[in-house]
């Protein structure tokens, strides 16, 4: 079992950043692929940014590449995601999410992940 707890999320001016958190319990953290995802209102959940088990690989949607970075520090574990450039449209609660196989592959979509937080929000002002 992995338990997921964000931080961060919090109001920002729109061209502003934020840095979001995950902490993860667990003795396994190192071999889990992390995702975060938002869900804004009336919208779906979506796939923000992914990284391996290692780091070495990592996938960002097209809406916020260029913008947001995600990292891990695996003797810490933890997980984050820096978001800078902040526009209205980044506005959503924000959940980090863990899958169990341990593989380079990063994973793009909700069902293939495990494990959720219980999500932060953010909201960008115009």
């Known amino acids: 079992q992995v338990q997921l707890v964000e931080a961060g999320g919090g109001l920002v001016q729109a061209g502003g950043s934020l840095r979001l958190s995950c902490a993860a319990s667990?003795?396994?953290?190192?071999?889990?692929?992390m995702g975060w995802f938002r869900q804004a209102p009336g919208k779906e959940r979506e796939f923000v940014a992914a990284?391996?088990?290692?780091?070495?690989?990592?996938s960002y949607s097209n809406s916020v590449k260029g913008r947001f970075t995600i990292s891990r520090d695996n003797a810490k574990n933890t997980v984050a995601l820096q978001m800078n450039s902040l526009k209205p449209d980044d506005t959503a609660v924000y959940y980090c999410?863990?899958?169990?196989?341990?593989?380079?592959?990063?994973?793009?979509?909700?069902?293939?992940?495990?494990?959720w937080g219980q999500g932060t929000q953010v909201t960008v002002s115009p």
């Open positions: 999410a863990a899958d169990g196989r341990f593989t380079n592959v990063v994973f793009t979509t909700s069902i293939e992940y495990d494990y």
């Open positions: 667990g003795r396994t953290f190192s071999r889990y692929v």
């Open positions: 990284i391996s088990w290692s780091g070495g690989a990592t």
